[in-house]
């Protein structure tokens, strides 16, 4: 039996509490609980709290809050961070002195994994197994290559879009509408194939494993292994869930940076989203393209396509340097890492397929459509010749990147999408070299946001931020692909 329990008060950091009384000494409303928990509230940085304080006292009141807020941020530890370890203490002391026993030294398989998968010395080989297995064999080699093989090149391109295009050409004698749905970029032969057939066997398998991993647990392990690495660029490991989560997608991401705690993280986790992490169904095309067009080679003792390795240490060396870079010009310090880890335990059936289906969900929901509008879009470019003079200003860059000319159309379809793009190059593929299939890619990657993260990035950020970042992905890609290639043609490395 405890002896003694701690204080039912807590007493905070001496700027967590100075702040905490004058905004104490601002608030006048009944909010059904005490001001002080109130104020609390708001210096943590609780959105919602804040619009309730701006309902109940108005807007000058509001404003007056949100400055003592900033103000109490304005030091090493944010406050939320103040008041999160300094409840976790109280808590531990009252688990201490509510309890008696002796802790079972016993620990068991899973506690043991997730000890290893957060150690640098196995944590690291075993991110390397996590990539390789389930990014590069199941997503990239099985979704994008196997599943990709059996609905584009089999359903599709035998069955479906020959049926529709014999419906289109025996009912509709207009060429221009036959053109819209059936035509080289039509609205069926482009956007429903692509969307159906290319992308969602890619974006299904990544939905699959990332499930799967999220659910084990491991997701937050991954978190605090790379913490050191991300300190490095200006962002703690609780950065590591946008980064992931923009290899589904970056527009889903880029709203996740909210979680991050302060304006200097969500402003380089959204540089770093929209220059180097390729989406779902971007990473899919690519890795399908590089893992089946490109020489294989072996990287200690396992196989594996060169193309994909020369792809992968270009983008993991510019999301070093673009770090680096930001960190020592973004405004502001760096706030410390907490985080709750969840046991690890085999993935529930049950919790991977819901997950993996209300994601599917919003890809129908949310992306389908733009395929469709993309293929509309292309298909009004082509009628009224915009599209043609946009590919021949794209021309001079795409030489001087060193690809050939017939590489701009797939660059064209990066300005829609950047998935969009990468099926594109896919459809190019035969007319390049290997060398050529690097470069692109990585271009491709580099590229600039697509329109749904743009326009998120400009709500997010602010219209500055969105064309700055713009700018700066596409002189970044043009650049970094114009050294790639002259590198590999001096090199001769074989691709």
């Not at 969307?195 to 978190?223: H, K, M, N, Q, T």
């Not at 049950?350 to 599917?360: D, E, F, G, I, Y």
Request: proline share 5%; charged share 15%; net charge negative.
């Amino acid at each position: 039996m405890p002896t003694s329990l701690p204080s039912g008060t807590i007493t905070y950091a001496p700027r967590v509490e100075a702040a905490a009384d004058s905004i104490q000494a601002l608030l006048r409303a009944d909010y059904g609980l005490s001001h002080r928990a109130v104020a609390l509230l708001a210096l943590q940085g609780d959105q919602e709290v804040l619009a309730w304080i701006e309902s109940q006292e108005g807007a000058k009141t509001a404003e007056q809050v949100r400055e003592y807020v900033r103000s109490a941020a304005d030091g090493a530890e944010a406050p939320g961070f103040l008041i999160h370890t300094q409840l976790q203490d109280w808590v531990a002391d009252l688990v201490d002195d509510a309890t008696t026993g002796t802790p079972d030294p016993q620990t068991g398989f899973a506690d043991r994994l997730g000890q290893l998968c957060t150690s640098p010395i196995t944590g690291i080989p075993i991110a390397l197994i996590v990539v390789y297995f389930a990014l590069y064999q199941f997503v990239g080699i099985f979704g994008g290559g196997t599943l990709v093989g059996w609905l584009e090149e089999g359903l599709f391109g035998n069955y479906i879009n020959p049926w529709v295009t014999r419906v289109f050409e025996t009912f509709v004698p207009w060429e221009a509408v036959r053109e819209l749905f059936v035509g080289e970029y039509g609205v069926f032969t482009l956007g429903v194939t692509y969307a159906v057939a290319l992308i969602l066997p890619i974006v299904g398998c990544f939905f699959l494993a990332f499930a799967i991993l999220e659910d084990s647990g491991y997701l937050p392990r991954l978190a605090m292994l790379l913490d050191r690495l991300f300190k490095l660029i200006g962002l703690n490991g609780r950065a590591v869930i946008p980064i992931v989560l923009g290899f589904g997608c970056d527009t889903m991401a880029t709203i996740t940076t909210r979680i991050l705690e302060t304006r200097r993280e969500r402003v380089i986790a959204t540089f770093l989203l929209s220059l180097t992490i390729p989406c779902a169904a971007q990473l899919g095309v690519i890795m399908a393209l590089l893992s089946t067009r490109t020489a294989e080679g072996y990287l200690l003792g396992v196989p594996i396509r060169t193309g994909a390795l020369v792809w992968g240490g270009v983008l993991f060396l510019i999301f070093t340097i673009a770090g680096l870079l930001a960190a020592r010009v973004t405004p502001g310090s760096l706030t410390p890492f907490v985080l709750e880890l969840p046991p690890m335990r085999p993935p529930r059936l049950a919790n991977v397929l819901a997950k993996t289906l209300s994601r599917l969900h919003w890809y129908f929901l949310e992306v389908f459509p733009l395929f469709v509008y993309a293929s509309v879009m292309i298909w009004i470019g082509l009628m009224t010749g915009l599209f043609d003079r946009a590919i021949a200003l794209l021309e001079p860059i795409v030489r001087f990147v060193g690809l050939p000319s017939e590489a701009a159309e797939a660059f064209m379809f990066g300005f829609f999408r950047r998935d969009y793009g990468a099926a594109g190059l896919m459809k190019t593929a035969d007319s390049l070299s290997g060398a050529d299939l690097v470069t692109a890619a990585v271009v491709l990657t580099l590229f600039l946001p697509c329109i749904a993260q743009f326009l998120v990035v400009w709500k997010e950020r602010g219209w500055r931020m969105a064309f700055g970042i713009g700018a700066i992905t596409f002189t970044s890609a043009i650049l970094v692909g114009a050294l790639l290639s002259r590198l590999l043609a001096w090199s001769g490395l074989p691709l």
